[in-house]
């Protein structure tokens, strides 16, 4: 069984600041690094980390093959990440001491995703497969749809938020991954509370306060695991990747919430994005030794 993502690919550029620059402010990085990054890039990372089976589909420009390598060493399947005549994306994420982050992502190669690839790379897929879904690439609906017809179930973070790209991804959605923020953006967008989205299940993250899954059958809390927060970026995607690998082996959602939030936790121990994702080990010792 395979999870399938259809996701953004960036180059992350991490600045640690003495606070998030305000409008017309500039301000002077202490520190400096780079990394793989991208929602998508990350998902893929921590699915496989969580030990599931992902491939990845994407693109990349000619500068980009070192995140293709970078995430087929971390596990991830890159036979359908295309080269493509654009620059790689990129993310410049400002940090602040509590460990708070801005981002601004130029999208670059993640919006030339083509649906001959897309059809390409999900020949194989199969029911009992899932497709995994964000907001910073093209031909989402395209995929969904595409993965609907075969049989799939599809997943999808609805992050960035955005309310036509979630609008047109909400018929089409089995799971619903979003913060609290996202939901209230999507409250005020449509109206809705969660248990008219459509989705069957709409999982909402509110950050230390651990969050809330809203499924046919009611409503289930998940409590947050403590960690000292170094570095929130990824951490809602190191969420849904280890919620959705869990999933897909089987594991109830109580007990998948409660893997996403231990790995999700423990990322905001680490500064970094794909890099920064806790091994499935280190998540499993971490949630024993939390009980
Ligand atoms: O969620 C964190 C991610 O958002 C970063 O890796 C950055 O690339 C942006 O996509």
Redesign the pocket.
């Given at each position: 069984m395979t999870l399938y993502n259809l996701g953004?690919i960036?180059l992350?550029h991490f600045y640690q600041v003495p606070h998030l620059p305000a409008p017309g402010e500039t301000i002077l990085a202490e520190s400096h690094s780079t990394g793989l990054?991208?929602?998508g890039?990350?998902i893929s990372v921590a699915a496989a980390q969580a030990g599931a089976r992902v491939v990845h589909i994407g693109a990349v420009g000619p500068d980009g093959a070192w995140a293709t390598a970078r995430l087929r060493a971390l596990g991830v399947g890159t036979d359908h990440i295309a080269g493509v005549d654009a620059l790689t994306?990129h993310?410049i994420?400002n940090v602040d001491p509590a460990g708070e982050n801005a981002?601004t992502?130029f999208p670059g190669a993640n919006m030339k995703q083509s649906l001959k690839r897309l059809e390409s790379a999900l020949a194989s897929a199969a029911p009992g497969d899932m497709l995994l879904l964000q907001n910073?690439t093209n031909a989402a609906p395209q995929a969904a749809q595409r993965a609907r017809e075969k049989g799939l179930e599809v997943l999808y973070a609805a992050?960035?938020f955005e309310p036509k790209a979630t609008a047109a991804l909400l018929p089409l959605t089995d799971i619903l991954v979003l913060n609290a923020v996202e939901l209230a953006q999507l409250k005020a967008a449509t109206g809705l509370n969660p248990d008219a989205l459509g989705p069957e299940t709409v999982i909402v993250t509110e950050g230390a306060q651990g969050g809330r899954a809203i499924t046919t059958a009611g409503e289930i809390r998940f409590a947050a695991f403590p960690a000292e927060t170094i570095d929130t970026?990824?951490a809602?995607?190191t969420f849904t990747g280890y919620l959705a690998a869990a999933l897909h082996e089987g594991q109830p959602l109580e007990a998948a919430l409660r893997l996403a939030a231990a790995a999700s936790a423990l990322k905001v121990t680490r500064k970094g994005?794909?890099d920064a994702i806790p091994s499935r080990a280190e998540t499993d010792a971490f949630m024993n030794a939390a009980s």
């Open positions: 953004s960036n992350d990054g991208g929602k890039a990350n994306a993310a994420i981002i992502v910073e992050a960035p970026t990824g809602g995607d994005t794909a």
